[in-house]
């Protein structure tokens, strides 16, 4: 069984950065597609940054690229997700997942997930 979880949310101003971190316990991740995910009140979960396992490809989502990097530490079984010049628009709970999948935006396709943080971004 895979546990996850997120840490590093808070309250920030626009254009503050922070970075969130996941801890995967239970199995290695290091084959694993790591995802981060975020859900705005009223909204539905959507699809932020994933890394693969293996070469460690990145892929973003429009709304963030260039501003969020997302990392993983296969040693620590971690997996990070670096944000910069923040906006009122990414206030959320950011969700860290993981799947076997090879590659995947569709947070139905991972299995196992975070119990969320809370990031506040204040104008």
């Known amino acids: 069984q895979v546990q996850l979880v997120e840490s590093g949310g808070g309250l920030v101003q626009a254009g503050d950065s922070l970075t969130l971190s996941c801890a995967a316990s239970?199995?290695?991740?290091?084959?694993?597609?790591l995802g981060w995910f975020r859900q705005a009140p009223g909204k539905e979960r959507e699809f932020v940054a994933v890394i693969s396992g293996g070469f460690g490809r990145k892929y973003y989502a429009d709304s963030v690229k260039g501003r969020f990097t997302i990392s993983r530490d296969n040693a620590k079984n971690t997996v990070n997700l670096q944000m910069s010049s923040l906006k009122p628009e990414d206030t959320a709970v950011y969700y860290c997942?993981?799947?076997?999948?090879?590659?995947?935006?569709?947070?139905?396709?991972?299995?196992?997930w975070g119990q969320g943080t809370q990031l506040t971004v204040s104008s």
């Open positions: 239970g199995r290695s991740l290091n084959d694993f597609l």
């Open positions: 997942a993981a799947t076997a999948y090879y590659n995947s935006y569709d947070a139905g396709d991972y299995p196992y």
